[in-house]
């Protein structure tokens, strides 16, 4: 019941930078958890970054010293900010988000649809 959308794929050369973005919408209530997970043709989904609201946070060691998960809290916005990218990271990038409609509500998760990402050597 949550509408998310990345945005920020593309296909950039080996050692180039992208910044994935993820919106919800202003009306839920809060953001109680939060990642970006990827998809590589015939391969399992992996989570590659994720944020809780306690400031822990996890990455995949593929993409450790290269990736940064951010929060905008005033906007709602999630980033995945990718540095120094690799042919190896080429893969449909899914935001996650564990979200409250209303104070009352219980948390549920929303997916986006996915962005492709493809880094070419």
């Known amino acids: 019941q949550v509408l998310v959308v990345e945005s920020g794929g593309g296909l950039v050369q080996a050692g180039g930078s992208l910044r994935l973005s993820c919106a919800a919408p202003e009306s839920i209530f809060s953001i109680n958890d939060m990642g970006w997970y990827r998809q590589a043709p015939g391969e399992q989904r992996e989570l590659v970054a994720r944020l809780v609201r306690t400031g822990t946070t996890n990455y995949a060691d593929s993409v450790k010293g290269r990736f940064t998960i951010i929060r905008d809290n005033h906007k709602n916005i999630i980033y995945l900010q990718m540095n120094n990218l690799k042919p190896e990271d080429t893969a449909v990038y899914y935001c996650?988000?564990?979200?409250?409609?209303?104070?009352?509500?219980?948390?549920?998760?929303?997916w986006g649809p996915g962005t492709q990402v493809t880094v070419s050597s």
């Open positions: 996650y988000l564990a979200v409250k409609r209303s104070e009352l509500s219980s948390v549920f998760d929303a």
